[in-house]
T-cell receptor, first 116, second 117 residues
Framework: AQSVTQLDSHVSVSEGTPVLLRCNYS??????LFWYVQHPNKGLQLLLK??????LVKGINGFEAEFKKSETSFHLTKPSAHMSDAAEYFC??????????????FGKGTLLTVNP | GAVVSQHPSRVICKSGTSVKIECRSL??????MFWYRQFPKQSLMLMAT?????????EQGVEKDKFLINHASLTLSTLTVTSAHPEDSSFYIC?????????????FGDGTRLSIL
């Protein structure tokens, strides 16, 4: 079984300041982990992914995340927030559910607010 | 990058109507597509996994006769909400895996906002 816990339901930052969105996971096997972003009334866009290669993963729009096995964490960071970063962010873990089917387990999401 | 097109983006219809939502992979072949439902301010809930040429696999608690899924080709899956009622109002999102990517992320459509009056 696997699970994802996003530790903050809402994070508010000022424009130009760092962003930290926290995520902890639980998985029986070596997981694949992802961060997705969702803007209002839109689907999900992939920010970055970890699939057992480098533990520090760089994604789009200046975001990055570090996989820490000892802490079972995969926190998302960005050095300087932009107004356009305001959105809902989901931490996701992937599990092979049999054959070639991979099910995603979603965290509950973190709403990022960026203040001018 | 891989693009998934979902149509329509918004549907408003009367109770009792059946509604069909299409999910297309535009530039890749998707042997597997997924259908999710999202309630306001909540995360995505997987409804079913759709495999091309075979029956969909539904998650526990999802009525297969209510939510009909057809995956007739490698680029198209459809979700039909039969005899929709107000409680079926929700945001429905599809996703698809590019079979060439192995254990790689799903690519999501932009979702369909379904409102049943």
């Amino acid at each position: 079984a696997q699970s994802v816990t996003q530790l903050d339901s809402h994070v508010s930052v000022s424009e130009g300041t760092p962003v930290l969105l926290r995520c902890n996971y639980s998985s029986s096997y070596s997981p694949s982990l992802f961060w997705y972003v969702q803007h209002p009334n839109k689907g999900l866009q992939l920010l970055l992914k970890y699939t057992s290669a480098a533990t520090l993963v760089k994604g789009i729009n200046g975001f990055e995340a570090e996989f820490k096995k000892s802490e079972t964490s995969f926190h998302l960071t960005k050095p300087s927030a932009h107004m356009s970063d305001a959105a809902e962010y989901f931490c996701v873990v992937s599990q092979n559910s049999g054959g070639s089917n991979y099910k995603l387990t979603f965290g509950k999401g973190t709403l990022l607010t960026v203040n001018p | 990058g891989a693009v998934v097109s979902q149509h329509p983006s918004r549907v408003i219809c009367k109770s009792g109507t059946s509604v069909k939502i299409e999910c297309r992979s535009l530039d890749f072949q998707a042997t597997t597509m997924f259908w999710y439902r999202q309630f306001p301010k909540q995360s995505l809930m997987l409804m079913a996994t759709s495999n091309e040429g075979s029956k969909a696999t539904y998650e526990q608690g999802v009525e297969k006769d209510k939510f009909l899924i057809n995956h007739a080709s490698l680029t198209l899956s459809t979700l039909t909400v039969t005899s929709a009622h107000p409680e079926d109002s929700s945001f429905y999102i599809c996703s698809a895996r590019d079979w060439r990517e192995g254990d790689q992320p799903q690519h999501f459509g932009d979702g369909t906002r379904l409102s049943i009056l």
